[in-house]
């Protein structure tokens, strides 16, 4: 190849291709989206970007509330599937980005507020659609946890939260999963656009973590073609390239070299030979098949929030009226990229119909209250059983491209509920929404909840399942409900303005920062009731004491004290009672989920590393373990701990400080480094150590006590030892 020719490929063909180069028999692969299904530009469909029918799955924040690790494997197969029957080489996704603010418009499309939730349920997706041969792109890559000004603003975060919180998922991925494709982001990280930030493209992600697969921007992230090649990018979307002559001319100037460009060149190629070396030739895929496999993780991700005497589950042949529009045009997808054709998309209200006598009524229209429309539906309302109604957030609320305003529902769909209570009180509020949303302004007038995300095509027969208890709900929230947004600590500082925002919270993202505030949320991270009830027993630490290089395995009973069989998922988290840096309250350091028959009780066991004990050290450049005692905590939610028990890590990692002359005696003498040898120096000086001048000088730093020790004619070889202390030190204490 020329290098212009070179310098083409490093840019897309079109929207959705690579670049093929015929003088040397380069073909294009296609590239798409999205996180929850095959999004594939229908060019026969005459409507702009009318998409190929396809499965329409769950948002992936309800992948993540199922916390089935097997069944979203299960369900990236069946979306490997399709990309293949559609000759798709790479899908684009899972978005893994960080939840810091319930307002992010794209939050339905991201996993979780815990960033380990998050790895393992990308890792799993990623696994899945790669075991069909078809590649994955885990986006977006780092710090994009907005909308607004997207693509120009700065995430100012520090080097501990970027890898405890937003790195973590995408670490876990490219370690566990090892995606074919990664996706830089639109935003800057401190400053610098990361599609040409090569201190996270190169020195973090493939040198530190060993990554060898392809980097492509996100679509228009690339804004200068050349600082991007040379800071580790290799393949700049949609094509074709916007500044190909001018990393032509880079190249004859000597400012780019052709090495750097034959690195990017030979990724890219790699690539294509892999799709098409992978490639099936499919003329059939079993639609119905997957149309299951999504309604099983619409089903295992609803989230049963409220179930007051027992509303739920209802009783088949029930005399029932369903109101709000979402029953008849169903919220089942998020805006935007994500966007797909769903190949079977059923309505609650049919499948509902399919269980008993309903009338219906739509209730609102859009956001704005419609007196008429209520009036109607508490007219059908008032002499049912029971009333089911749908409520939640409208695309114009919720949408990739803007971030929300508040967790508000509309108006309309809140005075919907309110009137309907009026004239009866048998009311099951069922709600969609991508995100966390403000459950406050109607909770009191609903006796059942259920959250049910936007559950994909599927979702219709997944609620009614659940509703009337063909399946128990076993979904857990993947994010923290609050009673009001203004108690999420973001605030103050989200969205940030045009230049840069600030992610001042650090590591107290979600769960992390209600319990370091120890707010009372409306539900917590982790949270989801079943039909059934579980009892936690006989919790095992298989070592009380570990050091590096160890892990231990946590066991417990579980069993279903109920009438129901169920799921639950048991989360475990740890807590370090003591470390040099802030640490949250606890954190979620691994989860499974058991089925058990009413009666029947399972022992569970879970894997921890030293990795799950650790924090980022910006001190040492990495993770480390600081020694002291961890609580390992097995949980029903985040805020119903069941059993506790204390274990000790005795580690070598360094953590400690340096100690400086300007440290304070008392700090000195606190340390094991310089406090015997401080003290045995202190008490042959001949000072009162009762009187409280004593107290003033420990509280003083070395450099100025030795000073004042002097002016008060205290032995000169004393104070010479003193001083002599930290600066004979040999290592930089
Ligand atoms: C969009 C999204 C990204 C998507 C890409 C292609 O701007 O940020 O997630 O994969 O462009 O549609």
Known sequence: ???????????????????????????????????????????????????????????????????????????????????????????????????????????????????????????????????????????????????????????????????????????????????????????????????????????????????????????????????????????EMPGPGKEDEKALQAFEAGELTIEEINARVKVVLELVEKVLTEQKDVDECDFEQNHKVARKVAEESMVLL?????????????????????????????????????????????????????????????????????AEACEIAQDKDKVIIFAGTTEKIECEGYDRKDISIPESHIQLIKEVAKVNQNIVVVTNSGAAIDIEEFEAQARGIVHAWLPGQA??????????????????????????????????SFPGDIKQVEYKEEVFVGYRYYDAKKLDVKYPFGF?????????????????????????????????????????????????????????????????KVHLEPGESKRINIKLDERDFSFYSEKLGEFAVESGQFDIMLGSSSRDIRAVETMEFDSNDDLREPLTVNHSIEKLLEDERTGAEIKAILDEIDIDQDNNFYSILLGMPLTVATGILRSFNFSEEKIEQLAEILENTDEEL
């Open 1 to 235: 190849m020329t290098v212009e020719e070179k310098i083409k490929l490093l840019s897309g063909g079109d929207a959705w291709h690579t670049q093929e180069i015929e003088s040397v028999d380069i073909p294009n692969i296609t590239l798409t989206d999205g996180p929850h299904g095959v999004r594939l530009e229908d060019k026969e469909a005459g409507e702009f970007f009318q998409s190929k029918p396809a499965t329409s799955f769950p948002i992936e924040a309800a992948m993540a509330a199922s916390w089935n690790q097997d069944l979203i494997e299960e369900m990236g197969q069946k979306m490997g599937e399709e990309c293949q029957y559609y000759d798709v080489g790479v899908l684009l996704g899972p978005g893994v980005n960080g939840k810091r603010s319930p307002l992010a418009g794209r939050n339905f499309e991201y996993f979780s507020e815990d960033p380990y939730l998050s790895g393992k349920i990308g890792a799993s997706f990623v696994k899945g659609v790669q075991s069909e041969g078809v590649g994955t792109s885990v986006k977006h890559y780092v710090a994009n946890e907005q909308e607004t000004n997207r693509m120009v603003v700065s995430s100012e975060v520090d080097e501990r939260t970027l890898r405890e919180i937003y790195l973590l998922p995408f670490e876990m991925i490219v370690k566990e999963a090892n995606p074919w494709t990664m996706m830089c982001a639109y935003n800057k990280v401190n400053g610098t656009h990361m599609s040409q930030n090569k201190k996270y493209l190169v020195d973090v992600l493939k040198d530190e973590w060993g990554y060898e697969g392809l980097i492509m921007s996100d679509w228009g992230a690339v804004s200068d073609k050349v600082a991007s090649i040379k800071a580790g990018l290799d393949l």
């Open 306 to 374: 409220k179930n007051e005497a027992d509303i739920l589950p209802l009783a088949e042949d029930s005399d029932l009226a369903v109101l709000g529009k979402f029953a008849q045009e169903p919220r089942f997808q998020g805006g935007g990229s994500s966007q797909l054709n769903p190949y079977n998309l059923e309505t609650p209200l049919a499948e509902i119909k399919k269980h008993g006598t309903v009338d219906y009524a739509p209730g609102y229209e859009d956001e704005e209250i419609n007196e008429d429309l209520i």
């Open 459 to 492: 979702g219709g027969s997944a609620l009614a399942n659940i509703l009337f208890a063909k399946t128990n709900p076993s979904g857990k929230l993947s994010e923290t409900f609050p009673i009001a947004y203004e108690h999420n600590p973001t605030h103050l």
């Open 528 to 592: 989801g009731l079943s039909y059934t009830e579980f009892e936690y027993s006989n919790l095992e630490l298989s070592k009380r004491k570990l050091k590096n290089g160890e892990g231990l395995v946590v066991s417990a009973d579980i069993k279903n004290t109920g009438d129901y069989a169920g799921q639950e998922v048991v989360q475990l988290y740890v807590k370090d009672h003591e470390a040099v840096v802030r640490r949250p309250e606890k954190e979620l350091k691994g989860f499974t």
